[in-house]
């Protein structure tokens, strides 16, 4: 903790260890990996490690990035198989203290939710959400709501998620999250998060670990996850 403490201050990239976002995109050919590179899920005496669960965001124009997302969950007892793949577009429609402008960022993000490889859920989805996100003095924070249709049999659902972050020390920020998801017939899965975003003295990578808690009874017991997330310029690469 204390190495953590004594490197000076720098702007932390991404938006690890969410399950909501921010209204910001990739700048205008840019990639933005977020690599969950530790994720371990206790849910009734079982056992789920998540490695990887992955974002990668690529600035298409200014205020507008594609965004793909996957990861692999291998039970105790079972094989590995592909979970949670998407692909979206993000646009920031209104730009603000995320893009070093006053007054509130907004954003949407919408796109197709691709099938898993178990027997339940092996159709399309949809998802579209709207992001807010602003500060109140050291506190900023980034609201989400939004919805779609499932995997499994097309039902409609409901997503919202609150964001907190304050910053403790120089590149070192105490984050929060409680967000939750409500399908048609179900009953909602909701959890809340605490953690830590360090900015770390290589340039442009964050580290992040947070320890997620299920506050309803579909939600899992326990989450606990670790990641990093970096950047570089593709326009830069291509010159090269």
């Known amino acids: 903790m204390v190495l953590l403490l004594i490197f000076s201050p720098a702007v932390a990239l991404g938006y690890r260890p969410f399950v909501s976002t921010d209204a910001a995109v990739a700048d205008f050919k840019e990639m933005e990996i977020e690599l969950g590179y530790f994720n371990l899920e206790r849910e009734k005496g079982r056992t789920t490690f998540i490695v990887p ?19 692999v969950e291998e039970p105790t007892r079972g094989s590995a198989r592909l979970a949670d793949a998407a692909l979206s577009m993000k646009a920031v429609l209104k730009e603000g203290v995320l893009q070093e402008k ?54 409609p659902f409901v997503l919202w998620g609150v964001i907190a972050e304050l910053p403790l020390v120089e590149k070192l920020r105490l984050v929060g999250e409680i967000n939750g998801e409500s399908v048609r017939g179900k009953t909602p899965d909701n959890s809340a998060l605490l953690g830590f975003i360090w900015k770390s003295p290589w340039r442009n990578i964050s580290l992040d670990a947070g320890l997620r808690r299920g506050i309803s009874r579909a939600a899992a017991d326990w989450i606990f996850t670790t990641g990093l997330t970096f950047n570089f310029s593709l326009a830069t690469i291509s010159r090269k």
């Open 102 to 155: 006053s007054g509130i960022s907004f954003a949407v993000e919408a796109g197709p939710l691709l099938p898993f490889t178990n027997k339940e859920e092996k159709r399309f989805g949809f998802e579209g959400i709207g992001i807010v996100s602003g500060k109140l003095r050291a506190l900023t924070y980034h609201l989400n709501f939004g919805g779609g249709l499932d995997r499994r049999q097309s039902n």
């Open 53 to 71: 669960k992955a974002v990668l965001n690529y600035g298409l124009i200014q205020n507008l990035e594609l965004v793909g997302e996957f990861a």
